[in-house]
T-cell receptor
Framework: NAGVTQTPKFRILKIGQSMTLQCTQD?????MYWYRQDPGMGLKLIYY???????DKGEVPNGYNVSRSTTEDFPLRLELAAPSQTSVYFC?????????????FGEGSWLTVV | KQEVTQIPAALSVPEGENLVLNCSFT??????LQWFRQDPGKGLTSLLL?????REQTSGRLNASLDKSSGRSTLYIAASQPGDSATYLC?????????FGGGTRVLVKP
């Protein structure tokens, strides 16, 4: 059982480039989330999904896009990268009901925009 | 809008002392509250999950309490050790969203 898998772990982008952060979970969770964490700060919600085909904006969605074509996958797309998007990105998932509400995190993706 | 606050932002204690970490939230209509540990440069590790119907959860030296009416949760770590040094975050599930506090950075001095 792999849990939540994020790739890549590290990436350096040039200003204006685009890329996709991949997130896959194998726990059949309906809920999936993307957060960013700036140095010394808490986590801010970028986008979330309550199931395949359904996504919604979080606190800081500008500059990002997501899709949820399957239950397992929730990729995060960065368009026209800017230095302000330098951060650590975490993907998370959870199920529903009782202990199923436990949140599982990927190991993070460190992104630097130069 | 749910807001989650953790005070203090940083805490330093001598080894062996009990740790008390606080988490407060503004909207009491929550499904659950979860405590996490984050080591520098690492991801988040789940410590304890408290359902909204529960008052507390325990795991080893860790005990977390939940008081929905006052919008508070407290994480107790007994007999702290240097290996407990990390950032501790709480997260509240309300509606479809997970909202995190800013974390408390803990240093346990030998």
């Amino acid at each position: 059982n792999a849990g939540v898998t994020q790739t890549p772990k590290f990436r350096i982008l040039k200003i204006g480039q685009s890329m996709t952060l991949q997130c896959t979970q194998d726990m059949n969770h309906n809920y999936m989330y993307w957060y960013r964490q700036d140095p010394g700060m808490g986590l801010k919600l970028i986008y979330y999904s309550v199931g395949a085909g359904i996504t919604d904006k979080g606190e800081v969605p500008n500059g990002y896009n997501v899709s949820r074509s399957t239950t397992e996958d929730f990729p995060l797309r960065l368009e026209l990268a800017a230095p302000s998007q330098t951060s650590v990105y975490f993907c998370a998932s959870r199920g529903t009901g009782g202990p199923g509400n436990t949140i599982y995190f990927g190991e993070g993706s460190w992104l630097t925009v130069v | 809008k749910q807001e989650v606050t953790q005070i203090p932002a940083a805490l330093s204690v001598p080894e062996g002392e009990n740790l008390v970490l606080n988490c407060s939230f503004t909207d009491s209509a929550i499904y659950n509250l979860q405590w996490f540990r984050q080591d520098p440069g690492k991801g988040l590790t789940s410590l304890l999950l408290i359902q909204s119907s529960q008052r507390e959860q325990t795991s080893g030296r860790l005990n977390a309490s939940l008081d929905k009416s006052s919008g508070r949760s407290t994480l107790y770590i007994a007999a702290s050790q240097p290996g407990d040094s990390a950032t501790y975050l709480c997260a509240v599930t309300s509606g479809n969203k997970l909202t995190f506090g800013g974390g408390t950075r803990v240093l346990v001095k030998p």
